[in-house]
C-alpha cells in the first residue's frame, strides 16, 4: 500500500473539488436545456392547438350549382 503525504491528500482533494465544480456546471447547462426544451415544446404543442382549432372551426362554404 502507498503512503500518501499531506501535499499528496491535499493535492487529490483539491483535483476531486476542481471535478465537482466541472460537474456542477454541467449540471446546471443540462437544467438550463431541459428549461428551454420544455418551453419549446410548450411552445409547439401550443401552437399545434391552436392550428387544429383554427382548421376545425372555420366554416367552410361549399358553391353550390344549380345543374
Do not use: G
Not at 443540462?30 to 428551454?36: A, F, I, V, W
Not at 391552436?50 to 361549399?62: L, V
Amino acid at each position: 500500500m502507498k503512503a500518501y503525504t499531506k501535499a499528496n491528500l491535499e493535492q487529490i482533494v483539491m483535483m476531486q473539488l476542481e471535478n465537482l465544480n466541472a460537474m456542477n456546471d454541467l449540471l446546471a447547462i443540462m437544467k438550463l436545456q431541459n428549461e428551454l426544451l420544455h418551453n419549446a415544446n410548450k411552445k409547439l404543442k401550443d401552437e399545434i392547438a391552436e392550428f387544429k382549432e383554427s382548421c376545425f372551426t372555420k366554416p367552410t362554404t361549399y358553391k353550390r350549382s344549380n345543374k
